[in-house]
């Protein structure tokens, strides 16, 4: 019996903990940081675990999502169509700053893999655009990007863009589709140096194929530090 009681003090603890985060949430922005679990313990005089199970519903619920690392936030809304984003947006949507330092920026003929990629002949101009990418001010991923030179002529000239959709789109290139792959590997020398990584240590490779109706504009590789970046993914149905 005494336990019985126990256990309804501590479910009913829960979900006071959950139900005052939630008020305390309500409205709020997407990314906009939760409480952090030892605030909760403290306010509340309860053990770390209820605080985590009040959380952790809060999370199940689509209300919170988790970042490795950084915290407890406001979840972006679920039931969205899948949206293909930039970096800039990407991490925007998690409520960070974007910014890049360009490592490589220059024309280059393509080779059999890039040229395939591109849907051009090899040694065709491409535009090679190789930039280290933070998010508020953390170094989050190396990106090695492949542009059709045809379709952007004097894209180099005119000054790199801090956002390559947003220069695209003034273009009226902007991707309207893309077909990523997503691989799990360790990062090597030249990244972990870059990444700010030991090498051999995780990273998650993205690469993306990007076109504006059936025109292949761009490819790329991503390559993320897997200890800062987690890859939300919609599937099925849009529903709004
Ligand atoms: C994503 C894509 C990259 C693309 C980048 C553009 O990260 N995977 O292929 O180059 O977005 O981002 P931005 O417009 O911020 O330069």
Known sequence: MEQAVEMVQRE???VVVREHVRSLLDGAEPGTPAPSERELVSQFKVARMTVRQALDALVAEGLLERM???GTFVARP???PAQLTSFTEDMRRRGLTADSRTLLARIEKAGPGVARA???EPNSPVVHWK???RAGG???CLEDAYLNEALLPGFLASGLPSSLYDALQGRRLRPTWAE???QADVASVEEADLLGLEPGQPVLRLARRALCGDRV???SRSTYRSDRFTLHVQLGEATA
């Open 12 to 14: 009913l603890k829960h």
């Open 180 to 182: 990523d792959a997503i």
């Open 78 to 80: 679920r039931r969205r």
């Open 118 to 120: 591109l849907e051009v």
């Open 217 to 219: 504009v761009q490819v």
């Open 68 to 70: 490795p690392g950084r």
């Open 131 to 133: 930039r280290l990418r």
């Open 138 to 140: 953390a170094t989050m």
